[in-house]
């Protein structure tokens, strides 16, 4: 166990959005007391070596110290240090123009920034008015600071057309000409996203894959890899295998402020909650992480994918999935229907 590297993502602070594409669902914000993140960490210390505190499950840096909140999240991780990825609060980087030099301090070279069209579609499906042209406020100061933004778009068949206008957008404000300047590339890509939290409820209106505009094609994210529901479940109709999902060497858990704890496998609803550290004993937590000893994952082993595919899958459906997405979504279909 001591040779098993824990990651925790811990939602401290909350987030400005409630995006309807947000695959771990939607929680209620509250800010956790200060000391709660070493007392997280020294939950897990004597049963972990190596273990990697964040301060954010959702929006990082959704704090007004977060330069002290960086320094913090290093201090208390245990032989490990987190890393920044491309994530970055477009919410804090309109409204802190220190942030930006922030962000540069700590090597992000790239921050990603999630559009669903154009101004009214953006704003509605982030949730909240002002949304669209603060992502263009911020793609512009990130510009000026030499960080390249990458453009996340998600498509559905309500939007599909303003992933269009939003492409010519991209070519209109020459991004792709301003990051080579500063020898950086700018990325726009396009992509259904899982099928679990608030995507989940969209599931009506997922794009088929014969509706996907020609323009947006070569955009989209490995659209050989993508399938339509129809193709999916005859792929999965004789497979006799269950869907299973599985930590190596690495274990991620999110935890809620309310101090649930769940692996980050997909949204987080009662039933695939690990525990909560305020009443679940440390060592009993410990086992049932380790030996992924939950209620979903012990459904999971009790039914074979081609039942999956039989109970709920949509043999004349063309809404557009990944492989793996869709087993996830079929799964998650059983374990709410049958209250595991």
Wanted: charged letters at 30%; aromatic letters at 12%.
């Amino acid at each position: 166990m001591a040779n098993t590297s824990l990651i925790l993502a811990v939602d401290m602070y909350g987030c400005p959005n409630r995006c309807k594409h947000c695959w771990i669902g939607h929680m209620p914000n509250k800010r956790m007391d200060k000391d709660a993140d070493i007392w997280i960490v020294n939950y897990f210390k004597r049963f972990f070596n190596n273990i990697t505190y964040y301060s954010w499950l959702r929006e990082p840096d959704f704090c007004n110290d977060y330069r002290e909140r960086w320094n913090r999240d290093n201090e208390i991780s245990v032989n490990s240090k987190p890393q920044r990825f491309e994530l970055a609060s477009f919410w804090r980087l309109v409204r802190d123009s220190d942030y930006v030099l922030f962000l540069k301090e700590v090597g992000v070279k790239k921050v990603q920034l999630t559009y669903f069209g154009m101004e009214e579609m953006t704003d509605k499906y982030v949730g909240r008015r002002g949304a669209f042209q603060e992502l263009l406020k911020a793609t512009d100061i990130l510009i000026a600071n030499q960080i390249a933004p990458r453009w996340q778009v998600f498509i559905n068949e309500e939007n599909k057309e303003q992933i269009i206008q939003l492409v010519d957008l991209a070519d209109i404000l020459q991004l792709e000409e301003k990051c080579a300047s500063f020898g950086e590339s700018f990325e726009l890509f396009v992509h259904c996203g899982s099928c679990d939290g608030e995507n989940r409820k969209l599931y009506n209106i997922r794009i088929e894959k014969d509706h996907i505009p020609e323009k947006i094609i070569p955009y989209y994210l490995n659209y050989d890899k993508a399938m339509t529901e129809q193709d999916c479940c005859k792929l999965l109709e004789e497979d006799t295998s269950h869907i299973v999902y599985h930590n190596n060497e690495e274990i991620v858990l999110n935890v809620s402020n309310s101090f649930d704890v769940y692996f980050n496998f997909t949204h987080m609803t009662e039933t695939w909650k690990i525990g909560n550290l305020k009443n679940t004993d440390p060592e009993e937590m410990v086992r049932r992480i380790v030996e992924e000893d939950i209620d979903a994952l012990n459904a999971a082993k009790a039914i074979k994918v081609k039942e999956l595919v039989e109970r709920y899958g949509n043999r004349y459906s063309k809404r557009t999935f990944f492989i793996e997405d869709y087993k996830s979504y079929l799964l998650n279909c059983y374990i709410e229907e049958s209250g595991k």
